[in-house]
């Protein structure tokens, strides 16, 4: 079956500590994004990477990092300087990051940071 | 700055009704705007996406229609069964910064 996967499901850490979520795609798309979804509150755009070793920050980066090294996977490094990491994350990509191409999201990763 | 509202935040209603949730937005310049069905602590799944060319777009028991001028979309769920309980969310995608911007989400609930 082709998707998006997102690992892992839960995720929980010690305020001060960095944190990686993975995300993996098979479906070929070369475009992919991080969301974050807090309650309440719309989905907000953190970075996103129309292809291979390119991204660009979304709305809110401050605090984040990613890695394109391959066209399925793109992982959301959360750091130390992010100052409210707890929330929903969530993964997504399109075949291509232009105007009419639809978004295909994963399950989630919910990050507890205490 | 374009900015998403759906109204209204939730709704509860009994099995076999028909429904209507309303999403509006401020800048009419716009590639698409998609649906999606969130269940509770999982990602998005895609219902519909009209291009901005489309009044509507169908799929089922849904039927999503878009009016660019005055900023509306409706998304219409004929005959609600308990499994289409769920969060809606619409989002759009604006010529302006080639970016889908999600509005807050309607909670329908749909009870036996």
């Known amino acids: 079956d082709g998707g998006i996967t997102q690992s892992p499901k839960y995720l929980f850490r010690k305020e001060g500590q960095n944190v990686t979520l993975s995300c993996e795609q098979n479906?070929?798309?070369?475009?992919m994004y991080w969301y974050r979804q807090d309650p309440g509150q719309g989905l907000r755009l953190i970075y996103y990477?129309?292809?291979?070793?390119?991204?660009q920050k979304g709305d809110i980066a401050e605090g984040y990092s990613v890695s394109r090294e391959k066209k399925e996977s793109f992982p959301l490094t959360v750091t130390s300087a992010q100052k409210n990491p707890t929330a929903f994350y969530l993964c997504?990509?399109?075949?291509?990051?232009?105007?009419?191409?639809?978004?295909?999201f994963g399950n989630g990763t919910r990050l507890t940071v205490t | 700055k374009q900015e998403v509202t759906q109204i209204p935040a939730a709704l509860s209603v009994p099995e076999g009704e028909n429904l209507v949730l309303n999403c509006s937005f401020t800048?009419?310049?716009?590639?698409?705007l998609q649906w999606f069905r969130q269940d509770p602590g999982k990602g998005l799944t895609s219902l519909l996406l009209?291009?901005?060319?489309?009044r509507e777009q169908t799929s089922g028991r849904l039927n999503a229609s878009l009016d660019k001028s005055s900023g509306r979309s409706t998304l219409y769920i004929a005959a609600s069964q308990p499994g289409d309980s769920a969060t809606y969310l619409c989002?759009?995608?604006?010529?302006?910064?080639?970016?889908?911007?999600f509005g807050t989400g309607t909670r329908l609930q749909v009870f036996p």
């Open positions: 989002a759009v995608r604006s010529y302006n910064t080639d970016k889908l911007i």
């Open positions: 009209i291009q901005s060319s489309q």
């Open positions: 997504a990509s399109s075949i291509a990051d232009r105007g009419n191409s639809p978004l295909h």
């Open positions: 990477s129309q292809i291979v070793n390119d991204f």
């Open positions: 800048d009419s310049a716009i590639y698409n």
């Open positions: 479906l070929n798309h070369d475009a």
